[in-house]
């Protein structure tokens, strides 16, 4: 699926409120008011109450037919709600937000708001492999919001297509791991950590002490499998080239300067409404 920016007539709620006020259920309460002298009113006003709070259990948001699953901030693994919160989001509210889209026989299409420079390694590929199946079940694009980088793009490459505006970019196809050594902090302060191990490598990448060259070797080889794998389901995602993607050594690229699409990372360089209207005149 690609996009094609042709134009439509709805504009979704894209912006960084979650509050939706469903424009065909207003509808619907605006026609029983006109009517409410008819015998037949307490009957709509019972069905419209009923489709409002349809929508309000409804685990994700959803306008004019189309589930919106927002990704934002730091990518976490066990959150714990639904929605982003405190600058995260969850990998477990994203995946029970597409699980419920999947199996809503009113919803039509599935898109990925996504604005995130990337997070945890748990959790991600999971999560990834729950977008792509759900490709069988529902049309799913990735609209960015800005940015997907490193995680947000295992989980954006997923989808059908990807929309990225101007000021947006991609990539990160890679991993990070950080070690802080304050030793030397510590000596300083007049403080000194006894480490007390039972198996000489545990706990052997805390900051007490320096880095081993056999802890740096451990870990430099578990972040190039990571690495690794992320690559091998990009190009299964994608259908690009592991060597290709490889070669990229985790570069981000943006879509101002054309490599966004060049690396075929992305489909379409469009602000999300433009995205959006070409979606949902597709679905």
Not at 6 to 17: F, R
Not at 55 to 76: D, N, W
Not at 88 to 108: H, N, S
Request: aromatic fraction near 8%.
């Amino acid at each position: 699926m690609s996009f094609s920016l042709s134009p439509s007539t709805g504009l979704p709620p894209l912006g960084q409120s979650a509050a939706l006020v469903a424009p065909g259920l207003w509808r619907k309460f605006e026609a029983a008011c006109a009517i409410r002298d008819d015998p037949a009113f307490a009957e709509k006003a019972a069905a419209f109450e009923a489709a409002v709070m349809k929508r309000r259990r409804t685990a994700f948001e959803e306008y004019e037919g189309i589930a919106i699953i927002r990704i934002q901030g730091m990518l976490v693994n066990g959150l714990g709600c639904l929605d982003p919160y405190w600058g995260m989001t969850g990998y477990d509210g994203i995946q029970a937000k597409l699980a419920a889209a999947v199996a809503d026989p009113e919803v039509r299409g599935v898109v990925l708001l996504i604005n995130s420079g990337g997070g945890e390694v748990s959790g991600c590929a999971d999560t990834a492999d729950a977008v792509f199946r759900a490709r069988a079940a529902k049309p799913i694009v990735a609209i960015l919001n800005e940015e997907a980088y490193s995680a947000a793009y295992w989980l954006a490459a997923a989808t059908q297509s990807i929309a990225v505006p101007r000021t947006g970019g991609v990539g990160s196809i890679g991993a990070v791991g950080l070690h802080i050594d304050v030793t030397e902090a510590l000596d300083k302060g007049g403080l000194t950590v006894s480490v007390l191990r039972a198996g000489a490598r545990k706990a052997e990448t805390m900051p007490y002490e320096p880095l081993s060259d056999a802890a740096r070797a451990s870990w430099l080889d578990w972040l190039e499998a990571i690495r690794k794998l992320f690559v091998a389901d990009v190009a299964r995602f994608r259908g690009l080239s592991v060597a290709d993607l490889m070669a990229t050594e985790a570069r981000t690229f943006p879509a101002l300067t054309g490599e966004a699409l060049s690396t075929r990372l992305a489909d379409a360089v469009a602000s999300p409404i433009e995205a959006w209207q070409a979606f949902a005149g597709r679905v």
